[in-house]
């Protein structure tokens, strides 16, 4: 009971109220992803209580790391093409995705 009225609840008051501020988590915490073979976007790593409370809320924003892809997503979103300009573009072209540098 002390994890939830001690964590959660607030979490989800600092939610609604604020929207997810990356700013704020200690260390410039971030949620992680990987983009899998279909180019979906699968939540990993720490987080999940705020991605969650997120997708309840129908927060429009949830700033994620890519920190892996697929090598048949790669494949066919890159080509031959690895540089940063279209790694930024593949990224882009994801439903949902609003990529920052």
Do not use: Q
């Not at 009971?1 to 609604?16: K, N, Q, R, T």
């Not at 073979?37 to 699968?42: R, T």
Request: net charge neutral; proline share 7%.
């Amino acid at each position: 009971m002390h994890f939830f009225a001690g964590y959660v609840l607030p979490l989800i008051d600092s939610l609604e109220r604020d929207g997810y501020r990356a700013e704020v988590e200690p260390g410039g915490y971030v949620s992680t992803a990987v983009i899998g073979p279909l180019g979906e976007v699968i939540k990993t790593g720490s987080g999940n209580h705020r991605f969650c409370i997120a997708r309840a809320l129908g927060l429009p924003r949830f700033p994620l790391k890519v920190v892996g892809a697929h090598e048949a997503w790669v494949a066919r979103a890159l080509g031959r093409d690895t540089s940063a300009e279209a790694i930024v573009a593949a990224l882009a072209a994801l439903p949902g995705a609003s990529p920052s540098a």
